[in-house]
């Protein structure tokens, strides 16, 4: 069955300081990526995708996420995070093949601390 | 703007009770899903949608049961709720394959159901 696969379930960090957070999604000959965030007590919302062409991908709020077709990765980075950035992050995909609907990672939660 | 509105945002039920959950999406998309949220699970897929009429299980269907009788609505129903059916509820809408991808789904605000 296809998957997604968030690598750390918590990743703290102190304010200006980089932060990667990692994808990992199950083969298959075509997907579509995104990446969700969550800020406490609300609904996700869209931070970037990739569905093709520039492997690298820029967002809103200065986050930007890499596809590595060889390594089934789309890792999100931020250079320098803000304390507002704390919040759940959700790797998701789209298996072409596979179905009409979205399968998630369980999430990464992002803790900035000054 | 309203884009997807769910209803209620928050509930208690009783063990045994019933309820709905109504979502509503004002952009005419094609696609619906109910995914529940739970710690350390990520969201996983209820029951999805689509087209009006139509409904189909997703991962976890068990204890649930839907219906999208208009194209902006779609329903989740518990018949009878159980304390493991206490989570956060999300609804999400779509357009349909071709332009799913291009535009990812748009979330509701969840509706936080307990049940004792």
């Known amino acids: 069955a296809q998957s997604v696969t968030q690598l750390d379930s918590q990743v703290p960090v102190f304010e200006e300081a980089p932060v990667e957070l990692r994808c990992n999604y199950s083969?298959?000959?075509?997907?579509?990526l995104f990446w969700y965030v969550q800020y406490p007590n609300q609904g996700l919302q869209l931070l970037l995708k990739?569905?093709?062409?520039?492997?690298l991908v820029k967002g809103i709020n200065g986050f930007e996420a890499e596809f590595n077709k060889s390594q089934t990765s789309f890792h999100l980075r931020k250079p320098s995070v803000h304390i507002s950035d704390t919040a759940e992050y959700f790797c998701?995909?789209?298996?072409?093949?596979?179905?009409?609907?979205?399968?998630f990672g369980k999430g990464t939660t992002l803790s900035v601390s000054s | 703007n309203a884009g997807v509105t769910q209803t209620p945002k928050f509930r208690v039920l009783k063990t045994g009770q019933s309820m709905t959950l109504l979502c509503a999406q004002d952009?005419?998309?094609?696609?619906m899903y109910w995914y529940r949220q739970d710690p350390g699970m990520g969201l996983r897929l209820i029951h999805y949608?689509?087209?009006?009429?139509?409904?189909a299980k997703g991962e976890v269907p068990d204890g649930y049961n839907v219906s999208r009788l208009k194209k902006q609505n779609f329903l989740l129903g518990l018949e009878s709720a159980a304390p493991s059916q206490t989570s956060v509820y999300f609804c999400a809408s779509s357009y349909s394959f071709g332009r799913l991808a291009n535009y990812g789904y748009t979330f509701g605000s969840g509706t936080r159901l307990t049940v004792v």
């Open positions: 949608s689509v087209g009006e009429g139509t409904t």
């Open positions: 998701a995909a789209f298996f072409n093949q596979a179905g009409t609907a979205l399968i």
């Open positions: 990739y569905l093709s062409g520039s492997t």
């Open positions: 083969s298959s000959v075509s997907v579509y």
């Open positions: 952009m005419n998309h094609e696609y």
